[in-house]
């Protein structure tokens, strides 16, 4: 026998039956609830024993109690107060490296018409979350032949680790126009706002 064809009444009458009961629980629960709570709230409280009924009578007048005075404070001189010094605050030794151009020192604004692709460096996530800043200065090696970064060091450390190594990955993609610089020196600096150099 064919189960497609065999007929089955509808049972969405079971479905609204409960769905009327459920609300006729709650309703009633309702009820009873708000019912409860106005007899209770009339009928006055006596507890269970008692069986003597105190009448409204002024308060007698009680004597205030003593109060207990705090001990005197600890001899002062017993404690003597420590003297701290700050520690000195030492200037961080900034050291200037040479660059070259050609055999000659010259800033980055000299060279900066050399600069074929300068990338900027990337501030990083890590750097931005922990709101690490600073500045340093790194140093470029350059082939003179293709104008590529053979080498990049910190020699002043921006003061992080993480923005250390943003700066050197920037810095071996730049490029410079073949055979004009030997070595460069760059400045840069990390504020919350990016990188500058």
Not at 9 to 17: D, E, F, K, T
Not at 64 to 70: F, G, T, Y
């Given at each position: 026998m064919n189960t497609a064809l065999v007929y089955r009444?509808?049972?969405?009458?079971?479905?609204?039956?409960a769905f009327a009961c459920a609300a006729g629980i709650h309703i009633g629960a309702i009820l009873v609830a708000?019912?409860?709570?106005?007899?209770?709230?009339?009928?006055d409280f006596k507890p269970v024993g008692v069986d003597i009924e105190v009448a409204n009578k002024d308060p007698e007048e009680t004597p205030?109690?003593?109060?207990?005075?705090?001990p005197p404070p600890p001899d002062l001189e017993a404690f003597p107060e420590e003297?701290?010094?700050?520690?000195p605050v030492r200037p961080r030794k900034k050291t200037r490296v040479a660059s070259f151009v050609r055999g000659t020192a010259a800033p980055l604004?000299?060279?900066r018409a050399l600069v074929t692709y300068a990338p900027r460096p990337v501030y990083p996530y890590e750097a931005r979350r922990?709101?690490?800043t600073g500045s340093g200065l790194a140093l470029l090696t350059v082939a003179s032949a293709d104008g590529t970064v053979v080498d990049v060091r910190m020699a002043q450390s921006c003061g992080s680790v993480i923005l250390d190594n943003a700066t050197l990955d920037a810095f071996r993609r730049w490029h410079f126009k073949?055979?004009?610089?030997?070595r460069v020196q760059v400045p840069i600096t990390y504020t919350l706002t990016g990188a500058s150099y």
């Open positions: 009444p509808s049972r969405r009458w079971l479905v609204w039956a708000q019912g409860k709570s106005d007899k209770s709230a009339a009928q205030p109690e003593d109060v207990a005075m705090p003297i701290r010094t700050p520690l604004g000299d060279v922990q709101r690490i073949p055979g004009t610089v030997e």
